[in-house]
Nanobody
């Protein structure tokens, strides 16, 4: 059974930072592209970032480029999201996710790529 367990959410003021972590089990971690999705109130779940399975290369949504950094540790089966310069519009539930493909730099992730995701952790950015 695949389990993706997120931690590290909370409340932070605009301009602040948070670090999210995800612990994975039940899947061959090194063979999956790992990343994060988020869902804001009243909006659809959207792609945030991913780190590829083969080489750890990364892609980001335009809205978070330059502010968020993803990293993965295949030995520990963990993926981390460092979020800096947070904005109120970053407020959402953040989900750790496993994607079923490799992403080239200009690829646009699709919902059909989302293989597994966790229960989510709330991130609230106050203005």
């Amino acid at each position: 059974q695949v389990q993706l367990v997120e931690s590290g959410g909370g409340v932070v003021q605009a301009g602040g930072s948070l670090r999210l972590s995800c612990a994975a089990s039940g899947l061959t971690f090194s063979r999956w592209t790992m990343g994060w999705l988020r869902q804001a109130p009243g909006k659809e779940r959207e792609f945030v970032t991913a780190a590829n399975w083969a080489d750890g290369s990364t892609i980001y949504a335009d809205s978070v480029k330059g502010r968020f950094t993803i990293s993965r540790d295949n030995a520990k089966k963990t993926v981390t999201l460092q979020m800096d310069s947070l904005k109120p519009e970053d407020t959402a539930i953040y989900y750790c996710a496993a994607f079923n493909r490799y992403y080239a730099p200009n690829d646009s992730p699709r919902k059909t790529d989302f293989g597994y995701w966790g229960q989510g952790t709330q991130v609230t950015v106050s203005s």
